[in-house]
């Protein structure tokens, strides 16, 4: 459940591949504004980085790559670096209009993760997520230097600077800084993927999903409001007084807080369920226990719960105890034997006999009898 | 109407004791004023249910049958240790418990007693109590003294156990009681283990000992766990096993 399916169809990935392809077009082109000062190049500061990564971990090289490539060259078409009807006079110049290294690189982008579907790493534990990490650094440094060794050989630069000078001065920030994107964002995104099978609309009326949901919006909502009250004054402060409240940075910001908050608002409700739904399963299965109705199928369910945290370790340790109640249950009731009674009849009449053919018997059963219908009248006490 | 009901067993370690003092206890609660005597001399046992000790026993069962006293000076009201469990008891309980002093239980046991001097203590403390049921726990086996508490009780339980070492022995008791015209006689099954099926048990107990059962109660940890230093229905009123009891003892009683 928290890796992707062994065999998924090809239709299925096709749709994967386009999904991503859009969504990181439309995010680039949305923070296109974002570049780095001395970028004398058209690189830019893109959150939208962690998408191709993100589909390559979840749908494999090929979908990655595609989402990069494809999302990007779709990206610069929009924003214009990118321009049909390409110049076809040299292979040289058809490279250099399509920025080839670019779409190759943000191609990287999504194949170099794609390879961790081979390994199956578990996205709900600390370990798998520093992997994650750690492939996901490698990529983004990787694609970075692939387009910035490149540049020199597909553009013609008018200063003939040398590639290094070219890396250190352009491409390190901008890797960098896409990195910090990429680092914050792929996690989680993985993280939620992995408990996907938790979701469903249903979960939002728990009690203790809709406290946790409220919790986590409100940590991230606050600090978000007040930055973007300040970042707008400022804008406008900077522009002239609030007359020029909507100039100078305003969309860019606008658009960065709407993101933010777009993201924080689903990734509270994702978290909330991952953490919230295995609580109020196991509570449902604690009750079906009570009523001696969780069955084995379902205990077993919860011993194997894979994850890190208490939560999980509490799941897999009911079902193991739940396991064993009602297996040691099953066990006992195969040996319910009938219940066996031997009268020796022979034996019995003989020592009843030993009893009643006494004097003393026949005295005493005289005088119940008589007791009994003069109403407790009491025998005399001649007994020996 | 008072009437005698005993409660008793072939073999020892049935439960008897424990079933006197609960279904005492719960006549107790309708109200009831309940005598119960100790008739197990050489091993008694159910003052310990009522939480007493040699400290709180003047004179006993014994005293009486040597002449010493009255029955009823025997008779202690322990009525208010059920009330610390029902602040608003009705009913009351007395114990004439036997002696526990090792001396005196050798001594009654090498010189013998009066049997008959037994039964007239009986109905004495009918009378001198004003006794709504007299409640005898005997001790295991048939004997004389057995037989007579046999012969004059109103009611009759037998305890077994689902073990065969009291299949054969109750057969014969089962027997003998009925020869002794006894008006109300019942089987009660103790201490079947959980996995068994109860209406099973209780078929096939009535079809050969042709005997009706007034209860079959479970195997019971928490019984166990409280190892007669008190009275079950009391600690645990809201118990199935507490239940079962009630319908014995209505069964007892009609």
């Known amino acids: 459940m928290d890796r992707p399916a062994t065999q998924p169809g090809w239709g299925f990935l096709v749709r994967m591949a386009l999904l991503g392809a859009v969504l990181y077009a439309a995010t680039s082109w949305v923070t296109v504004f974002a570049t780095t000062s001395s970028s004398a190049i058209a690189g830019n500061l893109r959150p939208g980085v962690a998408i191709p990564i993100f589909f390559g971990f979840a749908f494999g090289p090929l979908v990655g790559f595609v989402v990069g490539f494809g999302g990007n060259l779709l990206a610069d078409t929009l924003t214009g670096f990118v321009q049909f009807p390409l110049d076809a006079s040299s292979p040289r110049a058809l490279a250099a209009s399509l920025q080839i290294n670019w779409q190759v690189a943000n191609g990287l982008l999504g194949l170099i993760p794609g390879f961790a579907v081979l390994r199956q790493w578990c996205y709900q534990t600390r370990e798998g997520l520093l992997k994650a990490l750690a492939l996901t650094s490698f990529a983004v440094v990787g694609a970075g230097l692939f387009a910035a060794v490149l540049d020199p050989f597909v553009f013609v630069y008018e200063d003939q600077t040398t590639i290094w000078q070219t890396v250190a001065r352009d491409n390190l920030p901008l890797v960098l800084i896409n990195w910090i994107y990429a680092a914050v964002i792929v996690p989680i995104l993985l993280f939620n993927y992995a408990y996907r099978h938790l979701y469903g609309p249903a979960m939002l009326r728990a009690g203790l999903m809709q406290r946790v949901l409220l919790t986590v919006v409100i940590s991230a909502a606050v600090p978000i409001i007040m930055l973007s009250i300040f970042l707008l004054e400022a804008n406008a402060r900077l522009n002239g007084g609030w007359s020029g409240a909507f100039g100078g940075v305003f969309f860019q910001l606008a658009v960065t807080i709407l993101m933010t908050t777009v993201f924080i608002l689903t990734n509270a409700a994702l978290m909330a369920q991952s953490m919230t739904r295995p609580l109020i399963e196991l509570s449902a299965s604690a009750r079906a226990m009570e009523k001696n109705t969780l069955t084995l199928a379902q205990a077993e369910t919860l011993k194997a719960t894979t994850g890190d945290d208490e939560i999980a370790q509490l799941s897999r340790v009911f079902g193991t105890m739940a396991q064993e109640v009602i297996q040691r249950e099953q066990e006992l009731r195969k040996h319910v034997q009938e219940l066996q009674i031997m009268i020796d009849e022979h034996k019995r009449s003989d020592q009843v006999k030993e009893i009643v053919e006494t004097d003393f018997f026949r005295d005493l059963k005289q005088k119940a009898r008589a007791m009994r219908e003069r109403g407790k009248a009491q025998p005399a006490s001649t007994n020996e | ?254």
């Open chain 2, 1 to 254: 109407m008072s009437k005698i009901i005993s409660i008793h067993s072939f073999r020892g370690g049935t439960g008897k004791s424990n079933t006197t003092a609960n279904i005492t206890a719960l006549l107790a609660q309708r109200g009831l004023r309940v005598g119960v005597v100790d008739t197990d001399i050489q091993s008694p046992g159910i003052h310990v249910l009522f939480g007493l000790d040699e400290e709180h026993i003047s004179r006993s069962l014994n005293d009486y049958l040597w002449g010493k006293c009255e029955i009823k000076d025997a008779a202690m009201d322990v009525t208010s240790i059920l009330q610390q469990f029902k602040p608003g008891l009705k009913g009351q309980v007395f114990l004439i418990p036997s002696s526990i002093k090792a001396g005196e239980i050798a001594k009654i046991l090498r010189e013998g007693y009066d049997v008959g001097l037994l039964n007239d203590g009986f109905q004495q403390l009918l009378e001198d109590l004003q006794l709504d049921v007299l409640m005898i726990d005997t001790h295991p086996g048939l004997n004389e003294e057995t037989l007579l508490s046999i012969a004059i009780s109103d009611a009759l339980a037998i305890i077994m156990r689902p073990d065969n070492q009291d299949y054969q022995g109750t057969s014969v008791t089962v027997e003998v009681a009925r020869k002794l015209e006894v008006p109300n006689l019942l089987l009660v099954v103790n201490k079947v283990p959980p996995v068994f099926d109860f209406d099973h048990v209780q078929q096939k107990i009535e079809q050969t000992y042709n005997c009706r059962v007034g209860a079959i109660l479970p195997h019971s940890d928490e019984m166990m766990v409280l190892s007669s230093s008190g009275i079950f229905v009391l600690k645990y009123p809201d118990h199935p096993m507490t239940a079962r009891l009630e319908r014995l003892a209505s069964l007892l009683i009609a």
